[in-house]
């Protein structure tokens, strides 16, 4: 862990000698999300590729790049793109990036993502706010020596997702008209769809929603203080509940689809987020 905490401050100093903005806020944007970052007011972008031992996203889709800049007059800095387990990174690198945004500055981590609908109440194009989650399925990013700098070796998570952050969701989506669904996602290692039996075994868990990242980040957000809420967009109904075989030019076209009302949402949350903090 000497060594991830080596390479996590030699990407901070990288970030420091080539962009001086400071967000109060982060946010990852998730699979066919990206275009928000046409929403924000950037002042300043920042390549993974040009940060100095920091991953690269390889999924279709994710750009790879900071974005820094204003929504309102919140300063934040957005992942075009994140870095997923399945793309044969370690958690260590995984987390990175939410490491990197808490000290950049950042005190709330805003997580999206595109995920496969368990509860058959739902339906493709849905928002869910997440209200908790089942991360039992990949390894938990903080195996290993703690670093005692970053947060202590047993953190609580009976409250990983912020219950204030939570009701300030809800609140947006009820002002827009946006309608918003509740409930646990869970997060399966990929890249591989999940099969009938373990959707089954998922509904049987508790889930609402499954994926294939998020959960680890918001542990790893959780260990270092951060503030965490997040919303996962319905690409498509999960195997054994969809009638038809899994894509993922699916997960980006649903995506797509309700990408303006999911614009709409992340916005008004963030300005109401910045009032508070």
């Given at each position: 862990m000497e060594k991830a905490y080596e390479r996590l401050m030699s990407c901070f100093q990288c970030y420091k000698?080539?962009?001086?903005?400071?967000?109060?806020?982060?946010l990852v944007l998730g699979s066919g999300l990206g275009d928000y970052g046409e929403t924000i007011q950037v002042e300043a972008v920042l390549d993974y590729s040009d940060i100095d031992g920091f991953p690269v996203?390889?999924?279709p889709g994710h750009k790879g790049r900071f974005l820094f800049g204003y929504v309102g007059r919140v300063p934040i800095v957005a992942m075009q793109g994140r870095i997923h387990y399945y793309e044969g990174y370690s958690m260590e690198e995984v987390l990175l990036p939410i490491r990197l945004m808490k000290l950049m500055g950042a005190e709330v981590l805003f997580l999206t993502n595109a995920s496969g609908g368990v509860n058959e109440s739902f339906a493709p194009g849905d928002f869910m706010l997440?209200?908790?989650?089942?991360?039992d399925f990949v390894p938990s990013p903080l195996i290993g020596e703690n670093i005692d700098e970053l947060g202590e070796r047993f953190p609580d998570m009976s409250h990983i997702y912020d219950e204030d952050l939570q009701q300030i969701i809800r609140d947006s989506a009820q002002r827009l008209g946006i309608p918003l669904q509740e409930g646990t996602y869970l997060q399966f290692s990929g890249p591989n769809y999940e099969s009938p039996a373990e959707i089954r075994m998922s509904r049987i868990l508790g889930a609402d929603a499954v994926g294939m990242s998020t959960a680890c980040e918001a542990i790893g957000a959780n260990h270092m203080g951060l503030?965490?809420?997040?919303?996962?967009?319905?690409?498509?109904m999960a195997a054994g509940i969809s009638a038809h075989p899994l894509n993922h030019h699916e997960v980006q076209e649903t995506a797509e689809r309700v990408a303006p009302l999911f614009k709409k949402l992340v916005t008004e949350t963030i300005l109401q987020i910045g009032k508070i903090y």
């Open positions: 000698k080539k962009v001086t903005f400071k967000p109060k806020a982060a996203s390889t999924v997440i209200k908790d989650q089942i991360s503030r965490v809420c997040g919303i996962s967009c319905i690409s498509n």
